[in-house]
C-alpha cells in the first residue's frame, strides 16, 4: 500500500500530502507554504509538532505542492548529506555566486536534506583537443575504467588525453577525448 497515494486521498480538499524531512518544523513549513502552524495542526489531528519524525506523511494547508525554482537552463539537484553550495558548485563547475543567483531566498548556511535547488549549467568548456582519437560524452555510471575497457585503452592513456579531468567526479554530458591506441 503506497502511503502517498492514502495521504492523497485522506488530505481534504485544498491541502496536498508531504513527506517529513531531516530539519522541517512546523513554523518552517507553515512559513514556506503560506499558512500557519495552527492551520497544519487542524488538518493532522493528534501530530505531535515537538516530535516530527522524518518520512512521516501529513497534510499541508494550500491549492498544490509548491513548485522549485524555475530552472530554464540547468536542472535540479536534491541536497543530501553534508552538501555545501560550494561542494555542489565544485561538483558541478558553477560559482556559489551562482547558485545563489539562480536560487533567489536560498539560505547557504541552512541546507536542508531533500531540498530542490536549481543546478545552471556551466558554461561548457571547450574541449581538449582529440587529434589522434575521437571525442567521448560521459554518460551516467560511466568510470574512466569502464570507457578504457570499452575501447581498449588504458586509465592513464585517457587521463593523459584529459589534463585536468578528475576521474573521481565526471560529470554526465562532459565531453572527454578517448586517444585512439597506435
Do not use: H
Not at 535540479?76 to 553534508?82: A, E, L
Amino acid at each position: 500500500m503506497n502511503n502517498s497515494i492514502d495521504m492523497q486521498q485522506r488530505c481534504p480538499a485544498g491541502s496536498f500530502p508531504y513527506t517529513i524531512r531531516s530539519g522541517d518544523t512546523l513554523y518552517e513549513l507553515a512559513r514556506r507554504n503560506g499558512t500557519t502552524v495552527q492551520a497544519i495542526m487542524a488538518i493532522n489531528p493528534g501530530i505531535n509538532p515537538n516530535n516530527l519524525r522524518v518520512g512521516q506523511i501529513i497534510c499541508i494547508p494550500g491549492a498544490v505542492p509548491p513548485q522549485p525554482v524555475p530552472c530554464p537552463n540547468g536542472f535540479y539537484y536534491t541536497i543530501r548529506s553534508g552538501d555545501t553550495l560550494y561542494s555542489i558548485g565544485q561538483r558541478y563547475g558553477v560559482s556559489v555566486q551562482e547558485l545563489m543567483a539562480a536560487n533567489p531566498g536560498i539560505n547557504p548556511n541552512n541546507l536542508r536534506i531533500g531540498q530542490t535547488i536549481c543546478i545552471p549549467r556551466a558554461v561548457s568548456p571547450q574541449p581538449v583537443p582529440c587529434p589522434n582519437g575521437f571525442y567521448y560524452t560521459i554518460r551516467q555510471g560511466d568510470t574512466l575504467y569502464s570507457i578504457g575497457q570499452r575501447y581498449g585503452v588504458s586509465v592513464q592513456s585517457l587521463l593523459a588525453a584529459n589534463p585536468g579531468i578528475d576521474p573521481n567526479n565526471l560529470r554526465i554530458g562532459q565531453l572527454i577525448c578517448v586517444p585512439r591506441i597506435m
